[in-house]
């Protein structure tokens, strides 16, 4: 016999819901030199928040600084910055991560693939999070 209670369900994990979904920027789909978020296509690097995509002025990983990076996190509540650096990232961006990390963010750096996959986990899951994302063909 089951017992009734008055506690809430606290489930192992959840997905956040939003309202007005049809903002949230999930990427659709990313290659030849460009991508598709929130069902708009765009040609070049993108710097993607939960609501709002920037075109990116960068075409390298040598071309990023940590100042243009916290000049697109400036009034965020961003904790976790994901960097997709093409096919094969070269670094892992030390310096990058050390800036950042000194204001309290976490900096992870992969693949352009692996990067919208996880920026798309991260947005479901509700995750203060942005995308910097490197365009691949």
């Not at 996190?73 to 892992?92: N, R, W």
């Not at 750096?109 to 947005?123: D, I, K, P, Q």
Request: aromatic fraction near 6%; glycine fraction near 6%.
């Amino acid at each position: 016999m089951s017992e009734h209670t008055t506690d809430k369900h606290n489930p192992l994990i959840s997905v956040k819901e939003f309202p007005d979904d049809d903002r949230l920027q999930i990427i659709n789909s990313y290659g030849k030199g460009g991508f598709r978020i929130a069902k708009k296509s765009v040609i070049g690097a993108q710097f993607v928040l939960q609501r709002q995509t920037l075109a990116w002025p960068v075409r390298t990983e040598q071309d990023i600084s940590a100042d243009e990076l916290l000049s697109f996190l400036q009034d965020t509540d961003v904790d976790l910055l994901v960097l997709g650096l093409g096919e094969y990232p070269q670094s892992h961006l030390p310096d990058i991560a050390s800036a950042l990390r000194n204001e309290g963010i976490k900096l992870e750096v992969m693949s352009t693939a692996a990067a919208c996959r996880t920026w798309n986990v991260l947005l479901t899951e509700g995750r203060t999070a942005a995308a910097g994302l490197l365009a691949v063909e």
